[in-house]
């Protein structure tokens, strides 16, 4: 304990004094003075619990000078007139001082035992995380281990074999060498992405954009992945043009797509719809998937967090965080919620404090 806060103790400690000879003071006409000597008592008790050891010891003593300047007779002096006081004002302070060292006995084993209390949990708390970093680093290992393995098995099958295939088994070869370092090219991207936004170093090109532009930006980027499904877009009329940076944005609802057709059955539309609360831009993005169990919605944006489901969704749990980086950056909140029949539903809003102009 520094000086300061030992100063602090003491002055705590005359402050309790003076509260009991003012309690006192108020009983005195109803007590002999022997038994106002379990209020000073008191206070030496709540010194001790709350002050710790000497402060305590210093409550017992100016309890006795205190008791005996005030209430004994004769009052306001220090002289005694009857010597037995003498025994009264010995038991006083010994009791206090009993007291005080008990309580403060049991104060440190309660501090012991907090602290033990917590290095227990740091402890745990650092055993989980590097479980958790273990686990993340098998799972990326795994995340780019999967396309590279396709990738060298698709083009040893062109080199070895390679004239002794048909064109279709050439191109089919060729087309899965492609599209898995595709795969892995966005892996990496995300990785990439990742680290900027908790690096803080995402930097945003805002300018006025449409916003039905920004939907068929996104449509246009995973035509190829979303193949046939359908997907309905709903639009407000007359939506204003909206302050962000349209390729950071453009990557959210890509992200948001990309998710909603790996978890959604086949034959299921997305539904994307846009239009203004008051003063928020509200993006949605809306699916038939599985949804998320209801005690993990709240772990939806966390980085590496994957909805359990069949093992043939791939992912690297990384595409809705890089939403939530990127939507915050611009100011604005992004949300999930399961659908009443089954389904996640994403909302994004994005203020309209500052609209750039209307639409015309």
Known sequence: MNLFGAATGYIFSLVLVVIATLVCEVIRPYLVPTNMVMVYQLAVVVAAVKLGLRPAIATAFLGVLAFDFFFVPPRFTFSVADKEYLITFFGLFVVGVIISSLVAKVREQSQEQARLSRQAEQARILQA????????????????????????????????????????????????????????????????DMTRIEAGAIRLNMEPSDIQELVGCALAAMEKRLGDREVTVELSPGLPLVSLDMVLMNQVLVNLLDNANKYAPAQSPIEIQASVREGWLCLEVTDRGPGVPPDELGRLFDKFYRIPVPERVGGTGLGLSICKGIVEAHGGKIRGENRNGGGLRIEILLPLTQPVSEKP
Do not use: M, Y
């Open 129 to 192: 995380r590097e479980n958790l970093e273990r686990a993340l680093l098998n799972s990326i290992s795994h995340d780019l281990r999967t396309p590279l393995v396709s990738i060298t098995g698709a083009l040893s099958a062109l080199k070895g074999e390679g004239e002794r295939l048909s064109d279709q088994a050439r191109r089919e070869l060729l087309e899965t060498a492609f599209d898995e370092a595709e795969r892995l090219n966005r892996f990496v991207g995300n990785l990439l």
